[in-house]
């Protein structure tokens, strides 16, 4: 059985940092690209950062570009997010997202960590 | 970027009616697009990719179609179970999600 467990979200303050972090079984890590996702409370769905499953290939959405790092350890199953100058606006569910192979369609979701930048 | 746009963003419907939610793109995308299903709590649930094929394990009542710019996800027969938001992905560009279609009891 595919699980994706995220940890690491809590309360932080704004400019702050915080690391992610997904831990993966129930199928072959080291062969399929992975993804974070966030939700806002109340809002939609916001597609964060993804990474090749060799790590070689990153994407960040402009909107954490810069700010955030995605890195993943295949020796470990693990899947990171490292978030750095955090913001109001980066307050949101986080999850980790595992997709199809050969396209990214998200099969399987963690159950979310919440990220709060509060003061 | 390709933006995508849900229609319409709230649905008030009764269990057993026919529900159709429809996703617009802002350019051509081919059939690569995903419908998924959203509870209230909990992490989103793939029901339909490439447009039209059901995911493994999802009800038969959940069909989709469409190719281009014009889509639709279509519920035959609303359950109790199917009460949550749905949302669309586009694959062209990089992953990006419609804003979401809420369906409620009437």
Known sequence: ?119 | DIQLTQSPSFLSASVGDRVTITCRASQGISSYLAWYQQKPGKAPKLLIYAASTLQSGVPSRFSGSGSGTEFTLTISSLQPEDFATYYCQQLNSYPFFGGGTKVEIK
């Open chain 1, 1 to 119: 059985e595919v699980q994706l467990v995220e940890s690491g979200g809590g309360l932080v303050q704004p400019g702050g940092s915080l690391r992610l972090s997904c831990s993966a079984s129930g199928f072959t890590f080291s062969s399929y690209a992975m993804h974070w996702v966030r939700q806002a409370p109340g809002k939609g769905l916001e597609y964060v950062s993804a990474i090749s499953s060799n790590g070689g290939s990153t994407y960040y959405a402009d909107s954490v570009k810069g700010r955030f790092t995605i890195s993943r350890d295949n020796s470990k199953n693990t899947l990171y997010l490292q978030m750095s100058s955090l913001r109001a606006e980066d307050t949101a569910v986080y999850y980790c997202v595992k997709s199809l192979v050969g396209a990214t369609y998200f099969d399987y979701w963690g159950q979310g960590t919440l990220v709060t930048v509060s003061s």
